[in-house]
Each structure stands twice: as C-alpha cells, then as structure tokens.
C-alpha cells in the first residue's frame, strides 16, 4: 500500500514552459486535492475533486490546471508556468470527511 | 470566511518536557472539524490529532493532547515528554462540516527540540 505518491520530486522550469504533475493514491479515496506551500505560509488549496470527471477550483487556482479521468490519478497542469509559481505541490486525498493523506510534496522552482 | 491563526512562529523545549502550541481560529459555523498536522524535514504531512468540534471532551493520542476551547475559537497542542523526533513545523488547519472538504491552514509554528 504506497499511500499517495507524486510525481516528480524536483523540477526546475523556464518562464513559460508547461509541466504536469501526476498524483496517484491506492487508497479508493473519492476526495483529491492539489496545495501550494509556501515559505511563512498555511498550504493553500488550488483545485479539488470529488470523484472521477468532477474538478473544482480552490483558493489559489489561476495559472492551474486539473484533471482527473482516473479515480486513482489527479493531474495538476501549469501551462505557461512563472516564477511566482515556484514552490512545493502538495497532493491529498481522503475518504469523505475523514483525515486527508498526504503525498510527499514536488518542489518546483520557475526560473 | 474563516481563518487560522497560529501566533507562534517557533517554539523550543528541552527534550523530555512539555510544550503547548496556540492555534485561534475565526467561524460563524457551530459544526467544524479541528487538525494538527506535524512536518518533518522530510516534508511528509503526518496527521498529529483530530476533534470535532461537537465533542466536548479534548482529543489524545499518546503524548499530544489538545486544549479545546469552543467559545473562544482556541484549539492548542499539549506535547508531553518531549523527544528528538518532535521536531517538526506544526500545522493547525480547519474544516466546515459541509460539503466542501477543504481544509484551511495556519502559517505553522517550527518546533525546536533542545537535547
């Protein structure tokens, strides 16, 4: 059982180039969520899903992208990503109103 | 809206002691649930404690209690016999009972552990 797991780790980024980070959970969790988590800051929710084909958006979600055509896979897309979008990408994902799970976080730096 | 406010940007105790961490938040909703999430350097966000805030009775697990304070919107972390692997950012978050599921965080207080 991996839990959630993200993909990549690290990744560095020019000024408008795109990138997809994948998030999967093996845990049959309806509830998958997408974080930003900045220095001196709470995490701050971007998008949301609560079930397969369904997205909404959270607090912080322009210059993002979701997907989730999978149950298992929720997709976090920046098209033309900027520097202000450096930072580190939390996925969760949780079973209802029960605890989220976290995954182990993707660190983004924008050039 | 509702709000997290952690006021302590970083606290210290000598290992095997006590520590309490503050956590106020803002709400107009009487129904609500109440988390400290732990964060090591290792960047894993581990859930430290849950309570609903219907219960009156503070939730324990192990060493980490909460003091509860529903009028006063208070909700602290009481960390006992304090140990090396303690040290962490702590985060306190909150989240309606409704249907929304999402949670809203505090800035987090970093933990130091003096051996």
């Known amino acids: 059982n991996a839990g959630v797991t993200q993909t990549p780790k690290f990744r560095v980024l020019k000024t408008g180039q795109s990138m997809t980070l994948l998030c999967a959970q093996d845990?049959?969790?309806?509830?998958m969520y997408w974080y930003r988590q900045d220095p001196g800051m709470g995490l701050r929710l971007i998008h949301y899903s609560v079930g397969e084909g369904t997205t909404a958006k959270g607090e912080v979600p322009d210059g993002y992208n979701v997907s989730r055509l999978k149950k298992q896979n929720f997709l976090l897309g920046l098209e033309s990503a900027a520097p202000s979008q450096t930072s580190v990408y939390f996925c969760?994902?949780?079973?209802?109103?029960?605890?989220?799970?976290f995954g182990p976080g993707t660190r983004l730096t924008v050039l | 809206a509702q709000t997290v406010t952690q006021s302590q940007p970083e606290m210290s105790v000598q290992e095997a002691e006590t520590v309490t961490l503050s956590c106020t938040y803002d709400?107009?909703?009487?129904?609500?649930?109440l988390f400290w999430y732990k964060q090591p350097p290792s960047r894993q966000m581990i859930l430290v404690i849950r309570q609903e805030a219907y219960k009156q009775q503070n939730a324990t697990e192990n060493r980490f209690s909460v003091n509860f304070q529903k009028a006063a919107k208070s909700f602290s972390l009481k960390i006992s016999d304090s140990q090396l692997g303690d040290a962490a950012m702590y985060f306190c978050?909150?989240?309606?009972?409704?249907?929304?599921?999402?949670?809203?965080w505090g800035a987090g207080t970093k933990l130091i552990i003096k051996p």
């Open positions: 969760a994902s949780s079973y209802g109103v029960n605890e989220q799970f």
């Open positions: 709400t107009s909703e009487s129904d609500y649930y």
């Open positions: 845990m049959n969790h309806e509830y």
């Open positions: 978050a909150y989240r309606s009972a409704d249907s929304n599921y999402q949670l809203i």
